[in-house]
């Protein structure tokens, strides 16, 4: 068997297959966008919107990132972020708009722009976290248009995919969320359980399980306390006895 043959042709694989998984890896963070991931995405639910700039424009760092709420929504609450100084653009409305409580507003929140107190590198990433009352419209996919400004140039993430299109498709697709079915106090859904079941559900049972495990760790910590104590009286009791007379 040519040994010096077979490690110079593994030798050579290895390195091929280094290089496949840089190529793949590059093409990976390449293809991640300026996107929002929800903690939860029902209706009337307050949820944590996070942004993520995975990416500067090109290899230009990003110095600003500005994100146009949907029409949806009346305001956001942002997070603050310490790479970031943040504000709030609001905007006056044509004629004042009735809320579901019966209030009515006459301003709303339009915009949240965050600004990079030194430009993010092209090749770092940072989260955006906005805290929002989801509507109710389940079914409906909210869409925030985000303008990434950079050192050189900007990318703006506002591209909706038409009826038929696939999103997948789109150079700069608009960051988006689509609103699921309301859910109930107890943690069920109104319309259809399967939707918000699952998820709900998960969180709900894992602090139940937490409780009874807790009671009974309790319990056995007790049980063996005592125990304990009647071993020790009983051993007690054995050395206060008065010893019984030699020979008795
Ligand atoms: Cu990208």
């Not at 110079?8 to 390195?15: E, F, P, V």
């Not at 929002?36 to 919107?49: E, G, I, R």
């Not at 990079?116 to 770092?124: D, F, G, R, V």
């Not at 303008?147 to 697709?173: K, N, V």
């Amino acid at each position: 068997m040519n040994y010096s043959f077979l490690r110079r042709s593994l030798t050579a694989a290895a390195a091929s297959g280094g290089a496949a998984a840089l190529l793949l890896a590059a093409a990976g963070g390449a293809a991640a966008h300026v996107g929002v991931t929800p903690d939860k995405t029902s209706a009337n639910s307050y949820a944590l919107l996070t942004f993520a700039v995975p990416h500067g424009c090109e290899d230009s760092g990003t110095t600003k990132v500005a994100i146009t709420l949907p029409s949806e929504l009346n305001d956001a609450q942002p997070t603050v972020n310490p790479n970031w100084t943040v504000e709030k653009v609001t905007e006056q409305l044509a004629e004042p708009k009735k809320l579901a409580d019966g209030t009515s507003i006459t301003k709303r929140t339009s915009q949240i722009v965050y600004t990079a107190k030194a430009p993010l590198e092209h090749q770092l990433r940072d989260t955006l976290v906005l805290s929002v009352k989801l509507p109710d419209a389940a079914g409906t996919t909210l869409y925030f248009p985000t303008l990434q400004t950079c050192e050189t140039g900007q990318t703006d993430w506002s591209e909706i995919a038409g009826a038929g299109q696939d999103p997948h498709s789109l150079e700069a697709p608009a960051p988006s969320v689509t609103v699921t079915e309301a859910v109930s106090a107890d943690g069920h859904g109104t319309a259809s359980p399967s939707a918000s079941h699952t998820g709900e559900q998960a969180s709900a049972v894992t602090d139940g399980g937490a409780d009874a495990r807790s009671w009974a760790g309790l319990a056995a910590g007790v049980g063996g306390l005592a125990l304990g104590g009647m071993a020790l009286a009983r051993s007690a009791g054995r050395r206060t006895k008065p010893a019984e007379p030699a020979g008795k």
